[in-house]
Each structure stands twice: as C-alpha cells, then as structure tokens.
C-alpha cells in the first residue's frame, strides 16, 4: 500500500479509515484474515499427525514376542547361517570312490517277453 493512499484516506475522514482497514484485514476478498486463527488450526493438525505417526510406528515395531499377535504374521526372517563347513570336494560322486554300476551284456542269458497290460 502506497503512504500517499494512506494520507489521502485519513484526509477523507475517520469513516474511510475505518473502511480501508475493514478492506485490509478481509483481504479484499470479503473473508476476514486470521493468521492466529490458521496457525492454530494447522499446529492441531501436526498433533494429530504426528500422533497418527506414532501409532503407526508402534504397530511395525509389534511382533509375535512382544504382543498378542501370532507368530505367523511376524513374516519371513533371516534365515540361520549354516554352520557346516566346506571339504573343498566337488558335489556329486567323488573320483576316488569305487562305482558299483553294472556293466551292459552283449547276450544275455535269457529273453523275457512282457506284453502290455491293456
């Protein structure tokens, strides 16, 4: 606002003062401005928030040993190290261990015929 407007104003008369006041504090828009009004409302919502928050926080850090919960929904954890240790061998059957595998015949002994069962 301009210091000139201000004079010309409280030169008009007490009347127009109070009007460029009443138009100051609505905010030339016809509602009244309350900065108080609308930190307060919003340092509530930032309580309730932050409550909201805490809830929440509470909830994830609940498991099966320290609430009524089942174990259950305390979901996958991580699995226990195990605590064998490697030989350094390959998996599978060892190169110095005897095979037992039967050998093919070239003619064998006897010929058994087996029909289908249908």
């Known amino acids: 606002m301009d210091e000139t407007l201000i004079i010309k104003t409280y030169s008009q008369g007490m009347d127009e003062v109070i009007t460029l006041v009443k138009d100051i504090n609505t905010g030339f828009s016809g509602q009244p401005v309350s900065l108080n009004g609308g930190i307060s409302i919003l340092k509530i919502k930032n309580l309730k928030l932050n409550e909201r928050i805490s809830e929440f926080e509470a909830q994830l850090n609940k498991n099966s040993s320290n609430s009524s919960k089942p174990p259950f929904s305390d979901g ?39 029909s289908p069962l249908y």
Request: hydrophobic letters at 10%.
């Open 76 to 114: 996958y954890g991580k699995a226990p190290k195990n605590s064998r240790q490697k030989s350094g061998r390959t998996s599978g059957d060892q190169s110095e261990h005897e095979g037992k595998t039967l050998e093919k015949v070239r003619k064998p002994n006897e010929d058994v015929q087996k």
